[in-house]
C-alpha cells in the first residue's frame, strides 16, 4: 500500500480541509492537491497524518489491518504506523530477493536507493539533465537518470517501464527539470503520477525563459506547477549550481 492510497481510505475531503485550514493553507481542490498541498507545503509526513486523525478513525484502522485495539490512542498509531511501513519495506525486501535470486548476482546499480529521480522532457532538457547527473555524482549524491542508468537492452521492452518506476519509488526526492513542453510529454506525466502516488518531494527547476504558470493534465485532474516552488537557472552550469544548495 503507498501513502497516497492509505491516506485516501482513511481521510473523506473534508477531513483533508480541516487539516489545510489548521495549517493556514487553501482548502480548494481534488483531493489528490488537498493531500499534495499538505505534503509539500506543510510538509506532512505520514506520522503527522495518523495525529490528525480521531481515537475512533484509529481504532477502524486498526481493526481493518487485524492490529490490537485496545490502549492509549498514541499506541494505536505506532501499530498502524508500524503496520503500514512494515509492509512497506516487507514488499521492498521480497521485490530484491526475488531479483537477486533470480539473477545469481548482487543487486544491480539501477535498483538501489537514490536521492534524486531526474525528471526531465528528452529534446529540451536532456543536456541539462546530463549534467546535473555527472556534477551530483562527482558530489556523491545518488542520482538517478533514465538515458544512463536502464542499460540499453531494456529499450522497448516492459523492463525499462518497470527499472524507471522502481527508480522513482526508491528514490528521495523527485527533480523536475522545467524547460519546453514539458506538459505534453507523455513519459513525463507517468513518471509525475508515480512520484505523487508515493508521496515524494517534489523539488521544480525552471529554465529562466519559461512561464511559471504550466499546467500538466493528468489522468484524475490537472496539476498547476505554479502551486511548487520553483528555482530558475539559465544554464546547465547554474542549475547544477542551484541544485547542489538546494540538496545541501
Known amino acids: 500500500m503507498n501513502l497516497r492510497k492509505f491516506i485516501r481510505s482513511w481521510?473523506?475531503?473534508y477531513n483533508l480541509k480541516d487539516a489545510l485550514y489548521s495549517?493556514?493553507?487553501?482548502?480548494?481542490?481534488?483531493?489528490?492537491?488537498?493531500?499534495?498541498?499538505l505534503r509539500f507545503e506543510a510538509n506532512w509526513s505520514l506520522r503527522d497524518f495518523l495525529d490528525f486523525m480521531s481515537d475512533e478513525e484509529l481504532k477502524e484502522a486498526c481493526r481493518s489491518y487485524d492490529l490490537v485495539v485496545g490502549g492509549r490512542k498514541k499506541d494505536r498509531i505506532k501499530r498502524v504506523y508500524d503496520f503500514v511501513t512494515s509492509d512497506w519495506k516487507s514488499h521492498d525486501w521480497k521485490r530484491e530477493r526475488v531479483t537477486q535470486e533470480s539473477r545469481k548476482?548482487?543487486?544491480p546499480h539501477w535498483a538501489k536507493s537514490y536521492e534524486v529521480f531526474i525528471a526531465y522532457r528528452r529534446d529540451t532538457g536532456l543536456d541539462f539533465a546530463r549534467h546535473l547527473k555527472s556534477g551530483l555524482e562527482r558530489e556523491h549524491i545518488p542520482a538517478f537518470l533514465d538515458i544512463n542508468d536502464i542499460p540499453k537492452e531494456f529499450k522497448g521492452?516492459?523492463?525499462w517501464i518497470t527499472t524507471r518506476n522502481e527508480?522513482?519509488?526508491?528514490?528521495n526526492k523527485f527533480l523536475l527539470i522545467?524547460?519546453?513542453g514539458?506538459?505534453?510529454s507523455r513519459e513525463l506525466k507517468k513518471e509525475i503520477m508515480i512520484a505523487r502516488d508515493n508521496l515524494?518531494?517534489?523539488i521544480l527547476f525552471r529554465y529562466h525563459t519559461l512561464n511559471p504558470q504550466i499546467t500538466i493534465v493528468l489522468e484524475r485532474e490537472k496539476m498547476n506547477l505554479s502551486n511548487f516552488q520553483q528555482v530558475s537557472f539559465d544554464s546547465k552550469e547554474d542549475l547544477l549550481r542551484k541544485v547542489l544548495t538546494a540538496l545541501r
Open 182 to 184: 514539458i506538459e505534453t
Open 23 to 37: 495549517e493556514g493553507l487553501r482548502v480548494s481542490g481534488t483531493v489528490d492537491e488537498l493531500i499534495d498541498r
Open 105 to 107: 548476482e548482487p543487486e
Open 178 to 180: 522545467m524547460t519546453n
Open 157 to 159: 521492452k516492459e523492463t
Open 167 to 171: 527508480a522513482i519509488e526508491k528514490s
Open 11 to 13: 481521510f473523506y475531503k
Open 200 to 202: 515524494k518531494t517534489f
